[in-house]
């Protein structure tokens, strides 16, 4: 309801206003000098809560209080106008961020150098880069003294070196004892740097404490919603037909059906064959393949046991293999083929890409699979001139 | 649940408002919003300042050609400066207002994105104004020295009626941007107004056209807050050394540059359009406040 031509065509209307709960019954505390992330999928609160503790949105009921000196950075850069050069930005930008006049200027040149601008003083901002753009924008935030730092999905900004350098302000300013609320999708960096977090979901807090476990439920509930459907197959039979591959699936080490694995966990995948003919000796092949279409792990009954034995026409058996669960965080897609060896491999029936799985993880270290590494570093023995 | 400083859990966060806060966070705020717009009106433009004194001057050329060829400003002395005057008062009084219609939906990203008093915004858009109006007053300066008006003792006067002025255009602009956030038509709606305003506010019609039609007419006319501003502002500016016409509607009426307070027919009387000023202010402000802590979601 806009105009009051809508207004007036209909007045009965109760102005179309539908009651949205964005939070509800949200409570928690942050402590002095604590790095607390705040997790949740689009559209779980998250950011309406940033900006009720930063002031920008009302609350129709509760309290939250403070102490010391709070500087939100829910949005980089605000009143950065695009025909003015650096200096008058940075100026003004810290004016809206807190600063009196003379304490913006004052840290100009911290911020110019940190943001590694120095070359670009003169261009005005709009022949900045997007990445000079923010880089600026992070730069005159930092130099914001507060004592309770808010800040929203700033981390996903800049090129890798910059990232780095933003990290490295965040420890810093936890070891400085500053207080920081972080809201954020990156698991990585609520494993990193939160020593609590809480998980919200529909305005709730559903989860809250040990950063690892929260990360952990977001994955999680956030995998789940998309519909990871049972993983189980129908259709798509190729081979020779003498059986068929009549169900696939993966459990946990419980046995309990599910596509969603922590790393690090047993993970059994399980295929329930029936023999439409008399095959002898029969291998049950199963493959992992990542996103990228990478083989990740292939592993067969036939390893194990090569000679399987007879099965006769009508008889069903379920192969399973089990194994502990060290690839890297994603979904995969599982290819069961059904082999006979015998001096060339008969290929008797697959299942292609059915059955697909979500591995989560906290700490992925980048490569296709995470184990666990033992490291060490020996001091060489310092040789004489 | 009180809102009061806690020993334990400090001080409460009570969300956005019109005013609370920092004073002087709220006025460098304002001042510096005020500063970038000023200095970007014209910001690519060759002649820069120019054009805000331009504008007006153009106006007024215009506008002496039309009224002289219709002898609206016949026989009335200085004419020429006390049309100046009006539209640069008026010019100040439109930017005021009709920029501040929309400027709380145009600065959405700083209302959604940082803590602020709000006002800071229909504020600096009067501010900007006022950068505007005091440049402006350099082409009067000249132009009254040009046309040999002596300064008077009057003109201490003058500062007060321009914060008269700023203080009605305040509230207007509170008023206008609170609205305009619930109801998009203030925009049409006020840009109608500022029209008629405009040829009811005695700046380009002079006083004695209209008191020519009688009494009762200009005391209606006069309860047009910015008709009586415009009238004492050249009541104290040149004052009333105009020639009077030779038919006089009554006796004891001054014809030209008399005070608002005779020409609506006394001091009691021009208690009624002050009052209107002050409720508007009061308004204004009372409607912004009681907007302001969700201006965000309405955005």
């Known amino acids: 309801m806009h105009t009051l031509k809508e207004r007036a065509l209909h007045p009965l209307r109760r102005s179309g206003h539908h009651q949205f709960k964005a939070l509800e019954n949200v409570s928690f505390d942050v402590r002095d000098g604590e790095f607390f992330g705040v997790v949740g999928r689009n559209g779980s609160g998250k950011s309406t809560l940033l900006k009720c503790m930063a002031g920008i949105y009302a609350t129709d009921r509760g309290n939250i209080w403070i102490t010391g000196r709070m500087s939100p950075f829910i949005e980089l850069g605000v009143g950065f106008n695009p025909d003015l050069a650096a200096r008058d930005n940075v100026v003004l930008n810290g004016i809206m961020l807190g600063l009196s006049p003379r304490e913006a200027r004052a840290r100009y040149d911290h911020v110019i150098e940190f943001a590694e601008l120095e070359e670009f003083q003169e261009l005005k901002l709009k022949n900045y880069s997007s990445g000079m753009h923010v880089r600026l924008a992070f730069s005159v935030a930092i130099q914001v003294d507060a004592d309770v730092l808010l800040i929203d999905e700033v981390l996903a900004v800049g090129d890798a070196s910059f990232q780095q350098k933003c990290f490295d302000v965040f420890n810093r300013l936890r070891d400085e004892g500053k207080t920081i609320v972080l809201v954020t999708h990156d698991m990585g960096a609520v494993s990193r740097f939160c020593h609590r977090a809480i998980l919200l979901e529909k305005g709730e807090i559903v989860a809250e404490g040990d950063p690892e476990a929260v990360a952990n439920d977001y994955l999680e509930l956030n995998f789940n919603r998309e519909g990871a459907a049972p993983a189980t197959r129908a259709g798509g039979w190729r081979g020779s037909g003498a059986a068929r591959i009549v169900d696939a699936w993966c459990e946990s080490s419980d046995g309990a059906q599910t596509a969603m694995f922590r790393q690090g966990g047993e993970l059994r995948f399980c295929a329930r064959v029936e023999f439409l003919e008399a095959v002898d000796d029969p291998a049950l092949t199963v493959e992992f393949e990542n996103a990228e279409q990478v083989k990740v792990l292939v592993g067969s009954t036939a390893y194990d046991e090569e000679r399987s034995g007879r099965f006769e026409a009508g008889e069903q058996a379920t192969f399973s293999l089990e194994f502990t669960n060290v690839m890297a965080p994603g979904r995969y897609n599982v290819i069961a083929t059904l082999s006979r060896l015998g001096h060339r491999l008969e290929l008797i029936d697959r299942s292609d890409r059915e059955v697909s799985i979500v591995v989560t993880a906290t700490r992925a270290q980048g490569g296709v699979v995470d184990v666990p590494i033992r490291a060490s570093i020996e001091r060489g023995v310092e040789v004489a001139p | 649940m009180s809102l009061v400083v806690d020993a334990e859990l400090g001080a409460p966060i009570r969300g956005p408002s019109a005013l609370t806060g920092d004073r002087r966070r709220f006025w460098n705020l304002t001042f510096t919003i005020a500063r970038t717009e000023f200095k970007l009106r014209f910001y690519g433009s060759v002649l820069g300042y120019v054009w805000t004194v331009m504008r007006p001057l153009l106006m007024f050329g215009v506008l002496m050609v039309v009224y002289s060829l219709g002898k609206l400003g016949s026989g009335i002395k200085d004419y020429p400066v006390m049309l100046l005057s009006g539209i640069v008062l008026f010019t100040f009084f439109t930017e005021a207002t009709a920029g501040a219609v929309g400027c709380v939906v145009a600065r959405e990203s700083f ?94 019609i002079p006083i004695e056209k209209i008191g020519a039609h009688g009494r009762t007419l200009l005391h209606i006319w006069m309860l047009n807050p910015l008709a009586d501003l415009m009238e004492q502002y050249r009541h104290a500016f040149i004052g009333s050394n105009a020639p009077r016409p030779p038919t006089t509607p009554y006796p004891g009426w001054h014809f030209g540059g008399s005070s608002a307070a005779a020409a609506i027919g006394g001091y009691a009387e021009l208690a009624i359009p002050m009052a209107l000023i002050v409720i508007v202010f009061v308004l204004g402000f009372v409607v912004f406040n009681r907007s302001a802590p969700h201006i965000a979601d309405n955005l």
């Open chain 2, 111 to 204: 209302v959604r994105k940082i803590q602020f008093p709000r006002l800071a915004i229909p504020l600096s858009v009067v501010l900007t104004a006022l950068f505007n109006l005091a440049v402006n007053f350099v082409p009067i300066i000249i132009f009254t020295a040009l046309e040999g008006v002596r300064p008077r003792l009057s003109w201490l006067e003058l500062p007060l009626i321009v914060l008269v002025l700023i203080f009605f255009a305040m509230g207007l602009a509170m008023l206008l941007s609170a609205l305009y956030v619930r109801a998009r038509d203030i925009a049409p709606i006020w840009d109608v107004v500022i029209q008629v305003l405009f040829y009811v506010s005695l700046l380009l």
